[in-house]
């Protein structure tokens, strides 16, 4: 077993804890990156899908970007933009961006749609406005929900700004292509955990996340993103 | 930004990787079909492995693709094995999920009324309750698929990839043609993947429409 043996040596070389090419520095990139894409997706998806639940209206939109969401592979959305915004992160950030989208608006529409109506009746007779009734009985229902499209988006961007290391450089992915390119088999292996951790950590903690606002709402989410398991995938 | 003369120098080369793709495809999700199947049978068995199961499926799937080739490719190296080690991993928990749920859902006069009439668990199995679960085995084989449609691109990295070794060769010769070439072709594999298999799902299962209209 040298390649654990080699490993062991990889992770406890100073050498690859320090400097520009250090983890420190490639986690940094991967995370500041990851989390940069992921709050500009929400910054558009959330207003986008607040407005299309409370409202009914633009569904067909809703489903529209559903549907493309789920047909367009991430590594080639990548490398589409490249030739257009040229190599660098200008051109993987929207690439990060268009892939968070989806499953944020997606649960969002599903999450405010699924709101209580009986509840969104009583808020209206009270005299709430219509902003009122969204921002305190329609959201409050619908976090949950937003939340697991959160982590769907979180865990899909995190994943893919590893390929991004393709066209933008930096991150953790930064490792597996260089290893790829030099036959480095100990750096092929390192990034590969690295980033599986990265990966698993962001899912864990968004689990967690979303079973707060579970135990606080008193129900399940309703992932209209990725069901459990489904005669097919819902309308929007 | 179309250069048509590109596309048709290059008609031979996409021709066959786009061949190449449909089958890492039907390998990976037929595998992965055959697997799940086998996990299903041993967790109806045996079904306190159902939790152990699934979350070792649902690890699978949360690991990033690039990082589960590059996993691999020290033992497998660049090979179609590694291809599709890594695009079947994929498919299954979305197929064991639904092989399960499709299964549970199975109404229990269906099962009862089986074992009156003497069926074999086997026979019972294929003859009653997996028909009665095809409508969700249908669905899950359909998100497998183009799930795998899209992951299919990513193997480009050990050498394969299908459309996206299209794309790839795009990218690295500066050939805008072919990035677009292979963008607009495997959305639209996977977008008739879709289609496809949603209409096959309303065919092989008449019943159900039946109902609904």
Known sequence: ?236 | MIRWDVIRGNLPLIGAKLGEHLALTLVAVGVGLLLSFVAVLVIRSRPRLAGPFTGFFGFLYTIPSLALLAFLVPFTRLSFLTSEIALVSYTLLILVRNLLAGLEAVPLDALEAADAMGYSRLRRLWQVELPLALPLIVAGIRIATVTTIGLVMVTAMVGFGGLGQVMLRGYNFRNDTLVLVGFVLTVALALAADLGLGWLGRVVTPWSRARAG
């Open chain 1, 1 to 236: 077993m040298t390649i654990i043996r080699d490993l062991i040596a990889w992770f406890t070389d100073p050498a690859h804890w320090a400097g520009s090419n250090g983890i420190p520095v490639r986690l940094g990139e991967h995370v500041v990156f990851s989390v940069l894409a992921v709050a500009l997706a929400v910054a558009v998806a959330l207003p986008a899908g607040l407005a299309i639940g409370h409202t009914g209206r633009w569904e067909r939109i809703a489903t529209a970007v559903a549907g493309l969401g789920r047909a367009v592979p991430s590594y080639a959305l990548l490398i589409l933009f490249v030739p257009v915004l040229g190599l660098g992160f200008s051109s993987a950030l929207p690439a990060l961006v268009l892939l968070g989208i989806p499953p944020i608006l997606v649960n969002t529409v599903a999450g405010i749609r699924g709101t209580d109506p009986e509840a969104v009746d009583a808020g209206r007779g009270m005299g709430m406005t219509e902003f009122e009734v969204l921002v305190e009985v329609e959201l409050p229902a619908a976090l949950p929900a937003i939340i697991a499209g959160l982590r769907t988006s979180a865990v899909q961007v995190v994943a893919t700004a590893t390929l991004a290391a393709l066209v933008a450089g930096g991150g953790l992915g930064r490792y597996i292509v260089d290893g790829f390119a030099l036959r480095q088999d100990d750096r092929i292996l390192a990034g590969a955990i690295l980033v599986a951790l990265l990966a698993l950590g962001t899912e864990r903690a968004f689990t967690w996340a979303q079973r707060r606002f579970e135990h606080r709402s008193g129900r399940p989410a309703v992932d209209a993103w990725r069901p459990a398991a489904s005669a097919g995938w819902p309308g929007f």
